[in-house]
């Protein structure tokens, strides 16, 4: 009857399933045709046999359906979570054909990240056997992620950073070593010992055949062309020119790049630099490696160690990339202002190029050869419009820019041309011809004045030539006497080491007086006072030492120094001179001072012989080995007239000893 039933209410039962229903006759037949059926072991269907009572194999059959049912039930949402995703995904792949046949149908190709293209650039390249593996692991890793998954763009853009390096690609140099000349020659003037060691440099290479280019630093001041001198290198070569700014730097991993764990990684400047020049043999600028700085990002200046070292940069790692790469074919130029803020270790890797400021004659040529043009075309300015006379611009140089460079000078070029554009645009001057006078009218009033010479007309005053950042400039050193116990004072802010040539001048004087004419006692009744005019300026160094000891021998002895005369030198206690430094700027400095007669050390002659002829033809340059030759060349063979009697105060002295043993004498008789 409930079989019937249950036909009754389920009418799309199959006729099979109705047969059976209709055979059920008993409640044991229906326990036993259930439990028959169920996906039991045969040991559970043997329980189910075995139990008396038939209430407790319905319970057991029963119990044992339930969870047949349960396993059923979790199967089936199974099977429907996966057949949602399926059909996700095919629609997916279905949208994404359809939209690739309409990009090969408009002519714009199709997606370039999927895997057959990666592959078809990849058999392009001629990479090491260790990025090939790299590769194909990371495009297998892509084959099996969904597109629409986070990690699928990252390993694209890993792919996409492998390909776009440029694997042993290699620009052929150019070694036209009468071209490269030209080259230098034609954007820097002057600089000539530099141009040589680059020319060293380049040569080496040439004879190389392993190809490792040097690792080059130029250091020097501000404005000198060392960015430049990198860019002339590179058209020399026929090289790419790649430029990275270290200024400030603190994160290490702007040279190591990130690792690919973080969102948004890249890879660090370097690799980033190739990948711009498509080559793997740059000229690399690493501009201002002195002002890197470090802090709890890592320490950029060690990064670099493995960049700049010959030994270990053919196989630099880069976090990002995570494979070796070949940095020994790169020729890196480092640029710097001063050497005492780079690392140490780094600083050894290097070969350090000095370039020094430039003298007054080659800012006037550099001027003449490459500002006053550059500076007439930037302001739609004619050669027929502008003519700046070279008295203006040495008025310019001298007043108005005090710098080694010629960055400056440039800027001010420049305010003339806008003065020169006014006055042709406004007043309709047709061409304007600038000459020393009017340039305070442009430029207002001048912010330096050189230091001239002045006649010496009293003892006690010598002229030294002192280095600047800036140039070469002759300095006034005046000495004072007055009575007193024979006490040194100095003014004029002047540094340790100066203070120091001050007491040893003094010294050696007072142990060799006799040698000069002078009395010992002398030293003891006057007390000296040594300054240096221009006391807001600090001054240091030990090359004024006989030039401090000329004035102090033409005060003792009352003998003026020699007019129109300069010197530089160390002086050391045993009467010899030593060899100073910027040689060059001290020279062209006396020039222009107006100075006839210079005193140096035998041993900077080598120093002179590298300056140009036409600029120490007018110049008499005596060269020295003791003090005692300088005092023969500095020093008046007479006193002056109305020379001041240093022996009065020794006399008195003498007479009031006198006194005072004629009265212990005559004392000790009475007694």
């Known amino acids: 009857r409930e079989a019937q039933q249950i036909i009754e209410i389920s009418p799309n039962i199959p006729t099979e399933a109705q047969v059976v229903l209709q055979n059920i006759t008993s409640l044991t037949f229906l326990v036993y045709f259930i439990a028959s059926n169920l996906n039991l072991e045969i040991q559970d269907k043997q329980s189910i046999l075995e139990m008396n009572s038939l209430l407790t194999k319905g319970h057991q059959v029963l119990s044992l359906m ?209 990948k711009k020049a498509k080559t793997g043999n740059p000229v690399f600028m690493l501009d201002e490696i002195d002002k890197v700085g470090n802090d709890f990002r890592g320490d950029p200046s060690s990064a670099l160690l493995e960049v700049l070292d010959p030994e270990q940069n053919d196989t630099f790692q880069d976090h990002f990339l995570e494979v070796d790469y070949d940095l020994s074919n790169v020729m890196f130029i480092a640029t710097a202002n001063t050497l005492g803020s780079i690392h140490p270790a780094l600083r050894d890797r290097m070969e350090i190029i000095e370039i020094n400021g430039y003298s007054l004659e080659e800012k006037l040529e550099i001027a003449k050869q490459h500002l006053v043009p550059k500076a007439r075309k930037d302001h739609g300015l004619k050669a027929s419009q502008l003519k700046i006379m070279d008295p203006a611009l040495r008025r310019i140089i001298d007043g108005y820019t005090r710098e080694s460079g010629v960055r400056n000078l440039a800027q001010k070029i420049a305010r003339i041309c806008r003065a020169t554009a006014k006055k042709i645009v406004v007043d309709a001057k047709p061409a304007v011809t600038i000459k020393a006078a009017e340039v305070e009218e442009i430029l207002g009033v001048s912010h330096y004045e050189n230091e001239l010479y002045q006649k010496i007309s009293t003892p006690g005053v010598s002229i030294g030539l002192a280095w600047t950042p800036t140039g070469g400039d002759i300095l006034f050193i005046e000495t004072s006497l007055s009575r007193g116990n024979g006490q040194l004072t100095t003014t004029g802010q002047l540094g340790d080491v100066m203070k120091e040539s001050a007491v040893l001048a003094h010294k050696y004087l007072k142990a060799n007086c006799q040698k000069f004419g002078i009395e010992y006692e002398v030293f003891n009744h006057w007390d000296l006072h040594l300054h240096f005019p221009a006391g807001a300026i600090p001054k240091d160094g030990p090359s004024a030492g006989i030039a401090i000891l000329s004035a102090m021998t033409s005060s003792y002895s009352q003998r003026k120094v020699v007019q129109k005369l300069a010197m530089t030198g160390e002086i050391t206690l045993r009467g010899k001179v030593l060899p100073v430094g910027g040689i060059k700027e001290k020279v062209l400095a006396a020039r222009r001072a107006g100075i006839k007669t210079i005193l140096l050390c035998k041993d900077n002659k080598k120093d002179v012989l590298e300056i140009k002829g036409d600029y120490v033809n007018e110049l008499s340059i005596i060269y020295v080995e003791r003090m005692e030759e300088v005092l023969e060349h500095v020093l008046e063979k007479t006193k002056v007239p109305a020379a001041l009697d240093l022996m009065e105060p020794v006399r008195e002295a003498r007479k009031r000893r006198q006194h005072r043993d004629d009265a212990e004498t005559g004392l000790m008789v009475r007694h």
């Open 66 to 274: 339930g969870k047949e049912l349960a396993i059923l039930e979790l199967s089936e949402e199974i099977h429907s979570k996966v057949k949602t995703d399926l059909d996700k995904q095919q629609r997916e792949y279905f949208l994404r054909q359809q939209i690739k046949a309409i990009h090969d149908e408009l002519g714009e190709g199709g997606d370039e990240s999927d895997v057959e293209s990666l592959r078809r650039r990849a058999a392009e390249k001629r990479w090491p056997k260790r990025v090939q593996e790299v590769f194909d692991k990371e495009v297998g890793k892509l084959n099996r992620l969904n597109p629409m998954q986070p990690d699928h763009s990252v390993v694209v853009n890993y792919l996409d950073w492998l390909l776009e390096l440029p694997w042993q690609k290699y620009s052929e140099d150019v070694f036209d070593f009468k071209r490269t000349q030209e080259i230098l020659d034609n954007d820097h003037y002057g600089l000539d010992e530099v141009k040589e060691r680059i020319m060293e440099f380049l040569a080496v290479l040439k004879l190389k055949s392993d190809k490792k280019a040097p690792i080059l630093c130029f250091y020097g001041p501000p404005g000198v062309g060392k960015t430049s001198l990198g860019k002339s290198i590179a058209a020399a070569l026929g090289r790419e020119f790649v430029r990275v700014s270290l200024g400030g730097m603190r994160d290490e991993a702007e040279i190591r790049g990130h690792r690919r764990t973080y969102i948004g990684a890249m890879p660090g400047r370097i690799i980033q630099g190739l």
